[in-house]
């Protein structure tokens, strides 16, 4: 499975297998100890030929992503980049704040971040239903292909249920290019990929090997694949995650582990089909993520319920001391 393998997208773009995520466990800032790592990680991925770069207006580094792609000398053609909109209001309004911190020509694919809106500013959020709704917010969304034609090249969508999308798809002039959700062993998104499928909607797994102290990397049988394929134990979870047809788009700052992560194999049909069943196993089918003050209220994540509003069918237990992520 080589490393510079792509997806088409519905709109006929390419987007590479492997991307990098740009979220560094907390928003970063200028002057932050986070704005310098993602710089230098940027350029590490850069070199280690990565063209696909995962960002959003939540993670406050879009300036330092940007300034990595102009001073890498290369051609924007080159890369294609992922930001996301978290405050609905005004969803040109916010583009254009995207387009100015990033300063990169354009942006190939513009998300939805939540289909719940944040105000940043006075740290309210939208209930479910209440406006502007996503429906409402998508409609947003179609019109910059026209009022910012050239700007932004793709729209789509971020932590969507099937539920939400069949919402969302009722009114919908536009089908999203994408679609990213957490996706990995222990929360597989199978209903989803094959809803998806059927729709033309491109899957983008974030946490694609879980988050931080991964319980997946200590899986027996990831060990054990790792040991035959002679390959880290990440390296498989992000082959598992590709040959399912997912983008996957990790996030690591590390040189040697950044090539990793591009290194893919090819699984063999009995053991993709394992991985695919560590989450049957009791109490695993579920999160991996930090949403930080998102965790605030049980059984909800930003005040939406699970399953009633976001329409998730995995757990997403709460964490003391999350890390804030959007």
């Known amino acids: 499975m080589p490393a510079t393998s792509t997806?088409?997208?519905n709109t006929g773009a390419q987007l590479a297998s492997v991307g990098l995520g740009c979220w560094m466990g907390k928003p970063a800032g200028a002057g932050t100890p986070e704005n310098d790592e993602t710089l230098a990680m940027v350029k590490n991925a850069l070199e280690a030929g990565y063209t696909h770069f995962d960002t959003a207006a939540g993670y406050g580094n879009e300036e330092a992503v940007g300034k990595a792609l102009r001073d890498s000398g290369k051609p924007r053609s080159s890369f294609f980049v992922t930001t996301k909109v978290i405050d609905h209001a005004d969803v040109a309004r916010e583009l254009d704040k995207s387009l100015a911190k990033l300063d990169i020509d354009y942006i190939?694919?513009?998300l939805m971040h939540w289909p719940l809106s944040m105000d940043f500013s006075t740290g309210k959020m939208t209930a479910f239903g209440e406006s502007p709704t996503f429906s409402e917010t998508w409609a947003q969304m179609e019109k910059l292909l026209e009022t910012h034609a050239g700007k932004v090249k793709q729209i789509g969508v971020s932590n969507f249920s099937v539920k939400n999308l069949e919402i969302l798809l009722k009114t919908a002039k536009v089908v999203p290019a994408v679609n990213q959700v957490e996706a990995h062993p222990y929360c597989p998104q199978e209903p989803l990929r094959e809803y998806c499928a059927a729709k033309g909607i491109h899957l983008t797994a974030y946490c694609p090997v879980g988050q931080y102290?991964?319980?997946i990397l200590r899986e027996p049988l990831i060990k054990d694949l790792a040991a035959k394929?002679?390959?880290p134990g990440g390296t498989i979870l992000l082959s598992w995650g590709v040959q399912r047809g997912f983008s996957v788009v990790p996030k690591s700052s590390n040189p040697q582990r950044l090539r990793a992560n591009r290194d893919?194999?090819?699984l063999s049909a009995s053991d993709l089909a394992a991985i695919s069943s560590l989450h049957l196993e009791p109490h695993k089918h579920r999160s991996l993520c930090?949403?930080?003050?998102?965790?605030a209220e049980p059984g909800k994540v930003w005040g939406w319920r699970i399953r009633e509003d976001l329409g998730w069918e995995y757990d997403v237990p709460?964490?003391?001391?999350?890390a804030f992520r959007l």
């Open 264 to 266: 893919l194999v090819e």
């Open 108 to 110: 190939d694919l513009f």
């Open 7 to 9: 997806f088409t997208l």
């Open 318 to 322: 709460s964490r003391e001391g999350a």
């Open 229 to 231: 394929y002679g390959k």
């Open 290 to 295: 930090d949403f930080g003050p998102g965790l």
């Open 213 to 215: 102290d991964s319980p």
